[in-house]
């Protein structure tokens, strides 16, 4: 039986861990910008890095109040309706906003959109180029969020409801009444709610909430 030489069996081990890496860490790469945006004589533009161009007219008297793209993701913000660009599908996707909807904030990463207005949330999955919706209920008042990469975390008085770029849309989770405080703790797949008797995490792969022992 021979014997390998010591840096022969160094070098074997190293190629193993790296080829182990990058397939542990496959669908969770580094996206870099595919996707322009621009609008020009009615009509949006998105621009992917392969052939063709995939164009959305803008109805008469709609104005666009912003637009931005990142990564795969390509969101335009008009005043009737959110439009969300997939460039793994090559095609927009629209929501409606109704007109007493006023829109407070949006934050576009490489796999998903995240809007929030006065009484609803939505988000964007760039992979199945879906919008999902939630609505606050009554007396339900946002006290917290928090955004990465293919997680969103918001926090009510209520509850605490999770999107993820990977896993469906919204997961909500009800929080005690008398629950005093919280801390989000997040990073671009894991949100780690910090309450005052107990821990929530929520990961972008999988649909549930759960509690740490």
Same mark, same amino acid.
């Not at 793994?88 to 490489?110: C, G, N, Q, Y």
């Given at each position: 039986?021979?014997?390998?030489?010591?840096?022969?069996?160094?070098?074997?081990?190293?190629?193993?861990?790296?080829? =182990?890496?990058?397939?542990?860490? %496959?669908?969770?790469? *580094? *996206?870099?910008?595919?996707?322009?945006?621009?609008?020009?004589?009615?009509?949006?533009?998105?621009?992917?890095? !392969? +052939? %063709?161009?995939?164009?959305?007219?803008?109805?008469?008297? +709609?104005?666009?109040? !912003?637009?931005?793209?990142? !990564?795969?993701?390509?969101? @335009?913000?008009?005043?009737?309706?959110?439009?969300?660009?997939?460039?793994?599908?090559?095609?927009?996707? +629209?929501?409606?906003?109704?007109?007493?909807?006023?829109?407070?904030? =949006?934050? @576009?990463?490489?796999?998903?959109?995240?809007?929030?207005?006065?009484?609803? @949330?939505?988000?964007?999955?760039?992979?199945?180029? #879906? /919008?999902?919706? +939630?609505? =606050?209920?009554?007396?339900?008042?946002?006290?917290?969020?928090?955004? &990465?990469?293919?997680?969103?975390?918001?926090?009510?008085?209520?509850?605490?409801?999770?999107?993820?770029?990977?896993?469906?849309?919204?997961?909500?989770?009800?929080?005690?009444?008398?629950?005093? %405080? $919280?801390?989000?703790?997040?990073?671009?797949? @894991?949100?780690?709610?910090?309450? $005052?008797? #107990?821990?929530?995490?929520?990961? $972008?792969?999988?649909?549930? /909430?759960? &509690?740490?022992?």
């Amino acid at each position: 039986m021979s014997i390998l030489p010591a840096y022969r069996i160094l070098v074997m081990l190293v190629l193993s861990l790296v080829s =182990w890496s990058g397939e542990g860490m %496959g669908h969770q790469e *580094v *996206v870099t910008d595919q996707v322009s945006i621009t609008a020009a004589r009615g009509t949006v533009f998105a621009i992917t890095l !392969g +052939e %063709g161009i995939a164009r959305q007219r803008l109805g008469a008297g +709609e104005r666009i109040i !912003g637009m931005e793209a990142k !990564g795969l993701t390509g969101f @335009v913000h008009t005043s009737i309706r959110l439009l969300g660009f997939s460039a793994v599908l090559k095609r927009w996707v +629209e929501i409606r906003v109704a007109p007493s909807e006023k829109i407070l904030a =949006w934050t @576009v990463t490489p796999r998903m959109v995240i809007v929030h207005g006065h009484d609803v @949330v939505y988000g964007f999955q760039t992979e199945t180029a #879906r /919008w999902k919706r +939630e609505a =606050w209920g009554a007396g339900e008042d946002l006290l917290d969020f928090a955004i &990465e990469d293919h997680v969103a975390l918001y926090v009510t008085n209520r509850r605490v409801l999770a999107f993820s770029a990977f896993t469906g849309g919204f997961f909500s989770e009800d929080l005690p009444v008398r629950t005093h %405080g $919280s801390e989000i703790q997040i990073n671009d797949n @894991v949100a780690i709610l910090h309450l $005052s008797d #107990r821990k929530l995490v929520f990961r $972008s792969g999988l649909a549930i /909430w759960a &509690e740490l022992p």
